[in-house]
Each structure stands twice: as structure tokens, then as C-alpha cells.
């Protein structure tokens, strides 16, 4: 069984341009959590989903930020019109019910770097 | 709001050392706490957890026990080893409110263990 798939590991854009972030949950698991590590700062919650529908997305910055987890494929998380203030390791997590404390998986991350 | 403060790395051990890694909280309600392990090139993986008071969690000869009259939940082993060098971090879900899905983390400590 295959962990939670984050790609790609490193990502670097010039400012302005858009990124990408794709997570792949495990088999089975129909919960995805996304979270955003700033340089020398924790890990802080961004948004929850399940299978297209967003159920929290009290951590997302209002603008610019999105995510969506279609019915297939994976959850992607969208930063349009980068600014050097995004590059973070950003934290894909995944569950199979809804109740994160057991039995949540988290991804390597994902690195981006805004130039 | 909630919050979660552990010490400042990095730590450097030698093997067999005793380790301490202390981690105290802020939660407006009845939290779960958390240890989470990131192996270099790995993911966040759950290390242990309690979900009430006087609660220990152990594994992997990783121990840490929910104080509530001192809000703290310290990580501790009485014999490190090379394969334990990783990043830690402490965390804690709020479960009163309906958002126990949402993990708040401490910033991580950075553990080197010498051989």
C-alpha cells in the first residue's frame, strides 16, 4: 500500500507565475489535509477536503490560494501569481474517515521556492 | 487560540544518551497530543499519542505523558540511537468545537545522534 504521494518534491517559480502542488492519498482514504511550513514556524492547517467538496478552509490566505480534490485524480493545491513570501515546504496529509488522530498519513511535502 | 511550544534545536546526543525533548500546550478545550517523527527525506509519521490526562504513549522505546496541570506533554527515551536522528514535532488536536481534524504543531527539534 502506497503512503501519500506529493509531487513534485521541489518546485521553483518566478514570481508571478503559478504552482502546482499534487497529493495522492493513500488507497481508500477519501480525506486530504493540506498544510503550509514556513521557514522556521510549524506546520500550520490550510484546508480539508473530501472527494470534491472543501469542508475547511479556515488556513487558506483569501486570495490566490486554492484546492480542489476532483472525484478522480488527485488534490491540488493552486498558488497563482507566486510572491517570495510563498516558497514553504507544503504538507499533504490524508485519512480514511474524518477523524484526523489515528489515522492520518502525511506526505513527503512539497518544496516550493519563489525566485 | 491554540498553540504548541517545544524546545528550541538542535539537539546533539551521543548514542545511548538520554533524550528530552520538552513540549508545553495552550488549547481552549480538551486536547489530543501528539509526537510526530520526519526521518530525512521522509514524511511527517506519528510517533505517539495521549487523548486525556496522565495518559502515557510510548512506542519505539519513545515515551511522553499528558500533564494537564502543567500543560505539557514531553518527549523523552532513556537510550538514543543513530537511527533516531529526525526531526520531532509536538502537536495537539482541539477536540471540542468539531475541528479535531485540525492539527496545531510546535516548530520542530532537530535531533543529531552521534555515534
Known amino acids: 500500500n502506497a503512503g501519500v504521494m506529493q509531487n513534485p518534491r521541489h518546485l521553483v517559480r518566478r514570481r508571478g507565475q503559478e504552482a502546482r502542488l499534487r497529493c495522492s492519498p493513500m488507497?481508500?482514504?477519501?480525506?486530504v489535509y493540506w498544510y503550509r511550513q514556513l521557514p522556521e514556524e510549524g506546520l500550520k492547517f490550510m484546508v480539508y477536503l473530501q472527494k470534491e467538496n472543501i469542508i475547511d478552509e479556515s488556513g487558506m490566505p483569501k486570495e490566490r490560494f486554492s484546492a480542489e480534490f476532483p472525484k478522480e485524480g488527485p488534490s491540488i493545491l493552486r498558488i497563482q501569481q507566486v510572491v517570495r513570501g510563498d516558497s514553504a515546504a507544503y504538507f499533504c496529509?490524508?485519512?480514511?474517515?474524518?477523524?484526523?488522530?489515528?489515522?492520518?498519513?502525511f506526505g513527503q511535502g512539497t518544496r516550493l521556492t519563489v525566485v | 487560540g491554540n498553540s504548541v511550544t517545544q524546545m528550541e534545536g538542535p539537539v546533539t546526543l551521543s548514542e545511548e544518551a538520554f533524550l528530552t525533548i520538552n513540549c508545553t500546550y495552550t488549547a481552549t478545550g480538551y486536547p489530543s497530543l501528539f509526537w510526530y517523527v520526519q526521518y530525512p527525506g521522509e514524511g511527517l509519521q506519528l510517533l505517539l499519542k495521549a487523548t486525556k490526562a496522565d495518559d502515557k504513549g510510548s512506542n519505539k522505546g519513545f515515551e511522553a505523558t499528558y500533564r494537564k496541570e502543567t500543560t505539557s506533554f514531553h518527549l523523552e527515551k532513556g537510550s538514543v540511537q543513530v537511527s533516531d536522528s529526525a526531526v520531532y514535532f509536538c502537536?495537539?488536536?482541539?477536540?471540542?468545537?468539531?475541528?479535531?481534524?485540525?492539527?496545531?504543531f510546535g516548530k520542530g527539534t532537530l535531533l543529531t545522534v552521534n555515534p
Open positions: 488507497k481508500g482514504h477519501s480525506h
Open positions: 502537536a495537539l488536536s482541539d477536540q471540542s468545537g468539531g475541528s479535531n481534524y485540525k492539527l496545531t
Open positions: 496529509a490524508s485519512s480514511p474517515l474524518a477523524h484526523l488522530n489515528t489515522e492520518a498519513f
